[in-house]
């Protein structure tokens, strides 16, 4: 459970678009029920990342208490989601003995600055003593994790329906030095519903068959990845757009708990939907209110 120190206060309100800097696992609970439209985001996935020495940043503490703290927060968006809602999760597994080395040579910010080092909240969290942040005491090395699946599961199990998994597959992934599997080419995206009578315009999750006729697309999406300027782990906007458009009406709200780039904000403000977003790292929400104050000029 998360302790509510004080209420969050938005540190950008225009009236359609709120812009929090903080933990949204706290952020959520002080949101109004029966709010939220659409959910579609992305947590940064376990032991990959770090962009700030916040203890409430996810990603590289224990399996278990990752898992935990995305379960927590999505059964907290399953009570402020509309009946007809929908929550899209796009995740990534991780193979335990891999990560983000300690040593932070491969950390985004150990490249901008060769003196900079992580404070190591993850490793005393873990009792991990080795060089890279996934780790596990009972889960052998080269084995995956089994992210998606530990937290979908928990989520079927208390009152989500889980309605598809589509397979976002990246034509260009990140090389990987392997030769024993194949390569993680593919992010998984997990819709769920609130209900089993939710928004949605088929149209854009459909596809041209053979016989000239509208028909409901297959599981796999290729889309490349859209890397940003100042964001490392950013979704494409091409595709975040379609299901958004898909599970929404203009004037809906769309909530973006790791806010980010800002990808999905661009998106839900081109389309006139209403927008709240949160990310624990200030720079990132700074880097948004800039944005918007562009547009907005
Ligand atoms: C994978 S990135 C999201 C990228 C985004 N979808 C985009 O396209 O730019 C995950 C983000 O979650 C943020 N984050 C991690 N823990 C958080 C927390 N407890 N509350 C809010 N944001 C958090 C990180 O700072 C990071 O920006």
Known sequence: MIEKISELKPVYNSGDVQLYTGNSLELIKQLPDNLIQTVITS????????????????????????????????????????????????????????????????????????????????????????????????????????????????????????REQIIWEKPNPMPENVNDRVRQSAELILHFTKSGKYKFHKEFFSVKGKSGKDRMANQVWIYPPEPKKGHTATFPSKLVERLMLATTDEHDTVFEPFLGSGTMMDVALNHNRKFIGCDINPKFVKMAIARLKIKSL
């Open 43 to 162: 947590p940064t996935y376990w032991g990959k990342r770090q962009f700030t020495n916040d203890k409430n940043e996810i990603g590289t503490e224990k399996l278990e208490d990752y898992v935990k703290r995305n379960v927590e927060l999505y059964l907290d968006i399953l009570k402020k989601l509309k009946e007809d809602g929908s929550l899209f999760i796009i995740i990534q597994d991780t193979y335990m003995g891999s990560g983000v080395s300690r040593t932070h040579q491969n950390h985004w910010e150990h490249n901008k600055n060769p003196s900079y080092r992580r404070e190591g909240i993850d490793a005393s969290a873990q009792g991990n003593k080795t060089g890279v942040t996934a780790h596990h005491p009972i889960i052998k090395n080269k084995s995956l994790s089994g992210i998606p699946y530990r937290i979908a599961l928990q989520l079927v199990d208390n009152g989500y329906i889980w």
